[in-house]
């Protein structure tokens, strides 16, 4: 089989890479096409190919494309196949039907039963649960455990969305307690964070207080303690390796969380997440089953063999043709400046 990997943005990578890894070593064709110029093309590995132009994909005519993002254009061909970019539900137009998919290969039970519910309306494609490719580097990682007499690592990883992000109004708070208690603060920016917040971290950096600049925060969510955030798709990464996060004005909090609403109850929210509290373990295990249950690194081989399963059925019997979608294709052209 041919199959063509097509990103938009530089954390695609984290996704697409597992996957392509599988691919390969299955004796499949992987080349990878890059939309717009928000990705940096030297990210690229020196074994991957990267084809430039929409009429190369077409040429290279792929039995199916994979995509985090939220659209692509149906003039290229083959099954088109959804893998998230995030766990960001509770942000507009995480369910939206883009009328772009065949295949959604979904994280959890819950993103199963929703998606299973919006294709009785729109019956155009098909719902395998498989996991999220990007946490199989996460489960696949031996597991961190530090000694009791040991410093808590704080993980701080806020949302760059203004209307939902965090990091201007907990900064203060955030040095506070790097001098006053004995935690060690690791500070993880997305990589849209506006660069005058990002600086003003940067500025108040100590032995306790430092901003991680490694591309990856699985690294940083597989070594803390626990997660200070907002509403970012980062917390359901971190909870479902069973561990607390407090979260600061969160969209919609639930009570697997610790939420505050002031700056100044973040020291006790943190005192809280690292007692050990039972009820909240007994929530976040139970969160963690319904968004994610899958803990053994194997969901890319599972997005594979739901997509060979796939072709091979297509079209399906009970699916109806996918509209056409005329507008938004005619927009993709003018994006990609192609019109043959």
């Given at each position: 089989m041919?199959?063509?990997?097509?990103?938009?943005?530089?954390?695609?990578?984290?996704?697409?890479?597992?996957?392509?890894?599988?691919?390969?070593?299955?004796?499949?064709?992987?080349?990878?096409?890059?939309?717009?110029?928000?990705v940096n093309q030297a990210l690229f590995l020196d074994d991957e190919v990267v084809l430039d132009s929409v009429k190369a994909t077409i040429a290279y005519q792929p039995d199916a494309v994979f995509l985090p993002g939220n659209v692509v254009p149906s003039f290229i061909p083959g099954l088109k196949v959804q893998l998230f970019h995030g766990f960001e539900w509770k942000k507009k137009g995480h369910f939206r039907i883009r009328e772009c998919f065949d295949l959604y290969?979904?994280?959890g039970p819950f993103f199963t039963d929703k998606f299973l519910e919006l294709r009785e309306l729109h019956p155009h494609f098909?719902?395998?649960?498989?996991?999220?490719?990007?946490?199989?580097?996460?489960?696949?990682?031996?597991?961190?455990?530090?000694?009791?007499?040991?410093?808590?690592?704080i993980?701080?990883?806020?949302?760059?969305?203004?209307?939902?992000?965090?990091?201007?109004?907990?900064?203060?708070?955030i040095v506070t307690l790097s001098y006053e208690q004995d935690w060690v603060w690791n500070i993880k920016f997305h990589?849209?964070?506006?660069?005058?917040?990002?600086?003003?971290?940067?500025?108040?950096?100590?032995?306790?207080?430092?901003?991680?600049?490694?591309?990856?925060?699985?690294?940083?969510l597989n070594s803390c303690d626990v997660m200070v955030?907002?509403?970012?798709?980062?917390?359901?990464?971190?909870?479902?390796?069973?561990?607390?996060?407090?979260?600061?004005?969160?969209a919609q909090p639930e009570d697997v969380l610790i939420n505050i609403t002031e700056p100044d109850d973040l020291a006790?929210?943190?005192?809280?997440?690292?007692?050990?509290?039972?009820?909240?373990?007994d929530a976040i295990n139970t969160y963690r089953h319904?968004?994610?249950?899958?803990?053994?690194?194997?969901?890319?081989?599972?997005?594979?063999d739901a997509t060979l399963a796939e072709i091979k059925a297509f079209p399906r019997a009970e699916n109806v043709a996918k509209p056409r979608n005329w507008l938004r294709n005619l927009k993709l052209r003018k994006r990609l400046n192609y019109w043959f």
């Amino acid at each position: 089989m041919r199959f063509l990997l097509y990103l938009s943005q530089n954390y695609s990578f984290e996704i697409m890479r597992p996957l392509a890894k599988v691919m390969l070593e299955n004796g499949h064709a992987v080349k990878w096409f890059v939309d717009g110029k928000k990705v940096n093309q030297a990210l690229f590995l020196d074994d991957e190919v990267v084809l430039d132009s929409v009429k190369a994909t077409i040429a290279y005519q792929p039995d199916a494309v994979f995509l985090p993002g939220n659209v692509v254009p149906s003039f290229i061909p083959g099954l088109k196949v959804q893998l998230f970019h995030g766990f960001e539900w509770k942000k507009k137009g995480h369910f939206r039907i883009r009328e772009c998919f065949d295949l959604y290969c979904t994280q959890g039970p819950f993103f199963t039963d929703k998606f299973l519910e919006l294709r009785e309306l729109h019956p155009h494609f098909s719902v395998v649960e498989t996991g999220w490719t990007k946490l199989d580097a996460l489960f696949q990682m031996p597991r961190v455990n530090r000694a009791s007499d040991e410093p808590a690592h704080i993980l701080y990883a806020p949302t760059f969305s203004p209307s939902f992000g965090s990091a201007t109004a907990l900064l203060s708070q955030i040095v506070t307690l790097s001098y006053e208690q004995d935690w060690v603060w690791n500070i993880k920016f997305h990589p849209k964070m506006d660069p005058d917040v990002i600086a003003q971290y940067e500025a108040m950096q100590h032995d306790k207080l430092i901003v991680v600049k490694e591309a990856s925060i699985l690294p940083l969510l597989n070594s803390c303690d626990v997660m200070v955030s907002d509403t970012s798709s980062a917390i359901t990464e971190f909870l479902l390796l069973n561990k607390p996060v407090v979260t600061f004005n969160n969209a919609q909090p639930e009570d697997v969380l610790i939420n505050i609403t002031e700056p100044d109850d973040l020291a006790g929210a943190l005192q809280k997440a690292l007692s050990g509290d039972t009820q909240l373990n007994d929530a976040i295990n139970t969160y963690r089953h319904m968004m994610h249950p899958y803990t053994d690194g194997q969901a890319a081989q599972r997005v594979l063999d739901a997509t060979l399963a796939e072709i091979k059925a297509f079209p399906r019997a009970e699916n109806v043709a996918k509209p056409r979608n005329w507008l938004r294709n005619l927009k993709l052209r003018k994006r990609l400046n192609y019109w043959f």
